[in-house]
């Protein structure tokens, strides 16, 4: 019984060292050193191809090496074969502390202090206590509930929205397509932690900002295809929006002369808000794999209908 691993090397040559160490009963295949294909059960990568699929006849699980698998085109995907993502600590925790860091350098005007000093201007502005600013998470998964319990520990004013209804300690909890309009209203700051599907495609729209309070401010952490950049830039030139902290776009790179770069209102960052780290992420790839031995349920496991 046999797990290919096919993603970034480096963390390959760590997970193959560890494999060795804690789970000797795993033979680890890391790519392109494949050995006999039909006995890989289990495989470990970011993307896959059809060819690579139809390779391995004796496939059961695939496992992305991220949180997300909207980089898989799960219709490639035969139906037999699980679909699992990561879910472990260190994601969680980068995700937590960028999710922090962003939330706070919009609560404390830092996009108007970075403009400020390149113009050698000192313009303070007042502050805003913690709990008059509402914070909103869009998604409360594994990581929209990690953020929260964070950003609720600076005594902002915590609300979530999901797909289905959730309860979240100290957060006032919206649910459904319905209810997205008074969770919009409360959202000074709007963070998006949505999985990439069909029905979230582009939900950072015009009509999304257009339910936000005047001057509110955007954070995604989701990815770059739930934004429609044109309506972002048009709300944050109208003043409807007071500034954007974006980790992810559509593409990524994006191209140089992207106005994105440039605009005085936008803090990007390379999708470096969370990584998956190479030992908690090989402690869970693991024990999911006796899990799976065992016929017992894997942490991450995707429903193929909902996309996530
Ligand atoms: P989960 O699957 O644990 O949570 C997803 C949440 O989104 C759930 O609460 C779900 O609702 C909600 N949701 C899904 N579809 C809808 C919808 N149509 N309407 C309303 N709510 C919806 O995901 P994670 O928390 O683990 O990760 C979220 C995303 O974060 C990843 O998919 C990835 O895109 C992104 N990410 C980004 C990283 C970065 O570095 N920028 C790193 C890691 C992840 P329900 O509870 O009802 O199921
Ligand atoms: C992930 C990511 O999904 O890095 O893990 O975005």
Request: glycine residues 10%; hydrophobic residues 45%; contains cysteine.
């Amino acid at each position: 019984m046999a797990l290919l691993y096919k993603a970034d090397p480096v963390r390959g040559a760590t997970w193959q060292k560890l494999f060795g160490a804690e789970a000797p009963e795993i033979d680890f295949r890391h790519w392109p050193d494949t050995g006999n294909l039909a006995d890989i059960r289990y495989l470990a990568a970011w993307t896959v191809t059809p060819d690579l699929l139809a390779s391995l006849p004796n496939l059961e699980v695939l496992f992305s090496t991220g949180a997300g698998v909207d980089q898989l085109d799960l219709t490639q995907v035969p139906d037999h074969i699980q679909v699992v993502r990561m879910v472990e600590p260190g994601i969680t925790e980068g995700m937590v502390e960028y999710a922090s860091f962003a939330t706070l350098a919009l609560h404390r005007h830092m996009l108007h202090y970075r403009k400020a000093q390149a113009e050698a201007r000192w313009a303070p502005i007042k502050l805003v206590p913690a709990k008059d600013r509402r914070i909103g998470v869009m998604g409360l998964g594994n990581l929209g509930r990690a953020v929260l319990t964070r950003l609720g520990s600076y005594g902002f004013a915590l609300s979530g929205w999901s797909r289905s209804p959730q309860q979240v300690d100290g957060v006032t909890c919206h649910a459904g397509a319905e209810a997205m309009p008074a969770f919009l209203a409360g959202c000074d700051i709007l963070i998006c932690l949505l999985p990439l599907t069909a029905e979230t495609h582009g939900i950072l729209c015009r009509k999304t900002f257009d339910l936000l309070p005047d001057g509110a401010a955007l954070v995604n952490v989701g990815r770059g295809g739930h934004l429609v950049e044109s309506d972002l830039l048009a709300a944050l030139d109208a003043g409807k929006l007071s500034g954007a902290v974006l980790d992810v776009t559509e593409p990524e790179p994006l191209p140089n002369d992207h106005p994105f770069w440039r605009h005085p209102a936008i803090l990007l960052t390379p999708h470096v808000a969370s990584m998956t780290q190479p030992e908690s992420a090989a402690r869970v790839l693991m024990g999911n794999i006796r899990q799976h031995r065992q016929g017992l349920a894997m942490l991450g496991t995707v429903t193929r209908g909902r996309g996530y």
